[in-house]
C-alpha cells in the first residue's frame, strides 16, 4: 500500500522561505516519478512540480519556475520541494502526488496522480 506523508509546511512572511518534504512507503521509491500540487481555498487542486524517478528532469508550473525548486533522496524514500520568494498567492495546502505507473513522463504524472499524501499548510502573510 503507497503512504504518502508530508512535513514542513507553516506560516511565513512574503518573501521568506520553506522546504516540505514526503515521505513514501509501500512500494521501490526509485521506480516513479513524483509531483508536487497545491489547492488554494476555493480554487481547484493544480500541479506544481514534477521530478522523474532518477532525477534527471523537472517539471514546474509557471507560477513557481524559478521560485521552487523540486528534487529527490532515492535512499530516503523522500521528495523535496524547496520554497523560495514565497507569495501571499503560495498560500495553500500542498499534496504530495504520484502514479501508479512506473517510470512513467512528467506530463503522465502531472495529469494521473494516483496517490496523494494528507497535505500540508503553508500560509504566507503579507
Known amino acids: 500500500q503507497v503512504q504518502l506523508v508530508e512535513s514542513g509546511g507553516g506560516l511565513v512572511q512574503a518573501g521568506g522561505s520553506l522546504t516540505l518534504s514526503c515521505a513514501a512507503s509501500?512500494?521501490?521509491?526509485?521506480?516513479?516519478?513524483m509531483g508536487w500540487f497545491r489547492q488554494a481555498p476555493g480554487k481547484e487542486r493544480e500541479f506544481v512540480a514534477g521530478?522523474?524517478?532518477?532525477?534527471?528532469?523537472?517539471d514546474y508550473a509557471g507560477s513557481v519556475k524559478g521560485r521552487f525548486t523540486i528534487s529527490r533522496d532515492n535512499a530516503k524514500n523522500t521528495t523535496y520541494l524547496q520554497m523560495n520568494s514565497l507569495k501571499p498567492e503560495d498560500t495553500a495546502v500542498y499534496y504530495c502526488?504520484?502514479?501508479?505507473?512506473?517510470?512513467?513522463?512528467?506530463?503522465?504524472?502531472?495529469?494521473?496522480?494516483?496517490?496523494w499524501g494528507p497535505g500540508t499548510q503553508v500560509t504566507v502573510s503579507s
Open positions: 502526488g504520484t502514479t501508479q505507473r512506473p517510470y512513467s513522463t512528467l506530463l503522465w504524472t502531472r495529469n494521473h496522480p494516483d496517490y
Open positions: 509501500g512500494r521501490t521509491f526509485s521506480r516513479y516519478s
Open positions: 521530478i522523474t524517478w532518477g532525477g534527471g528532469s523537472t
